[in-house]
């Protein structure tokens, strides 16, 4: 690879082609974006813009202004764990111990950035970081046999402030803001999911149930993005977003009573009718900026889905299917945003770990742990 370009692929290819694949586009993130903040040992942080090639070494060193974007690292910090459990399931060890090095770097570098906390303005940044570092935790114990102080101390801070960000206006929820005039799925679906991962069953059920009840269209079949509390009492934004169903869809397996996975089959059965294209795989979000992650956020729970037993054959074949014609899709992207970067690391990695089609091949799939 010399850059950030691929060869073309087919939705048929092999786990063993998508997780090459991911392992070039790791690489590629790491080397075109990823650098020491403000160039401190024992950090790491992904710059917005990639470095042109044969520039890598000439980066400008970025400030404590330089933009950086919360939510993007979580999920750099997702695709590198990703990684490690790739490289662990085809018994790269010593490459899972380095994935598992540069995310730990990553995770300091996320807190120093943010002024040396990892609460911020957003709920919705929170949950996703919460997400990511509870797995960081867990990768570690697995390699380690212990867990990391700074992912512990990250989980509970930033569990502390999904607490505090739900309440029963509008019925229920999290706010998206510490302004709580907006709530929405971005925010919900992650912390629901979180919640469910932490053990606190009853409250992940609780903001599954509100969501069903306020931002799910039974027409579509999928969720919209948000309510605003107003004097008519409630208004809501009905536009959807592919990343919207991903968390959620995954909460609703990992709560898994039986009305929860019809739900989930159901909104993988509307995803495949609006928001896919049959043999070119789920919309891309236009525009780049933030947009450029939310497909490879879905994709990343449909390969959860896929592996799920508790689902209906056909509903794990779509969700495989869905994730393998994405990631062929993203094949010959050439992406210059670290959002973008990391969401063609994500699909390729989630590819990897879809069940495959037809006969079960020879060698063993890699099948990381929960994503």
Not at 302 to 330: F, G, H, I, N, Q
Request: with cysteine; hydrophobic share 40%.
């Amino acid at each position: 690879m010399t850059g950030n370009h691929f060869q073309p692929t087919t939705a048929g290819a092999t786990a063993a082609h998508w997780a090459a694949l991911a392992e070039q586009a790791g690489s590629d993130v790491n080397t075109r974006f990823g650098h020491r903040l403000m160039g401190l040992p024992g950090t790491w942080l992904g710059a917005v813009d990639a470095a042109g090639d044969g520039q890598v070494t000439r980066r400008p060193r970025p400030t404590p202004q330089s933009p950086w974007n919360y939510w993007w690292q979580a999920h750099y910090l997702d695709a590198m764990i990703d990684a490690a459990h790739l490289a662990l399931s085809t018994g790269k060890g010593a490459a899972a111990a380095k994935e598992l090095q540069r995310a730990q770097r990553l995770l300091r570098g996320i807190m120093i950035r943010n002024f040396l906390r990892f609460p911020n303005y957003f709920y919705d940044d929170m949950a996703w970081l919460a997400l990511a570092a509870a797995r960081l935790n867990d990768l570690h114990l697995q390699i380690k046999g212990r867990r990391t102080p700074l992912a512990r101390f990250a989980v509970s801070a930033l569990h502390k402030q999904l607490h505090l960000a739900h309440d029963m206006v509008l019925g229920g929820g999290i706010y998206w803001s510490r302004k709580r005039d907006f709530k929405n799925t971005p925010a919900n679906g992650p912390a629901a999911l979180h919640f469910t991962r932490m053990g606190e069953v009853d409250r992940a059920r609780s903001i599954v149930e509100w969501l069903r009840s306020e931002l799910f269209d039974p027409e579509l079949g999928l969720y919209v993005d948000g309510i605003h509390p107003s004097a008519t009492g409630r208004d809501v934004e009905n536009t959807i977003y592919t990343y919207n169903q991903g968390p959620i869809l995954a909460a609703l397996l990992e709560l898994g009573q039986p009305e929860y996975l019809d739900q989930t089959a159901g909104l993988i059965d509307a995803v495949a009718r609006q928001l896919r294209t049959p043999g070119e795989g789920i919309r891309l979000e236009p525009g780049g900026g933030d947009g450029s992650l939310f497909t490879g956020i879905l994709c990343r729970y449909l390969a959860l889905a896929a592996r799920e037993e508790r689902l209906p054959a056909k509903t794990r074949e779509t969700a495989s299917d869905m994730v393998r014609e994405t990631a062929a899709a993203v094949a010959g992207q050439a992406p210059e945003q670290l959002s973008a970067a990391v969401q063609r690391w994500s699909i390729f990695a989630a590819a990897a770990t879809c069940p495959q089609p037809g006969p079960a091949p020879a060698s063993p799939q890699p099948a990381p742990r929960r994503p």
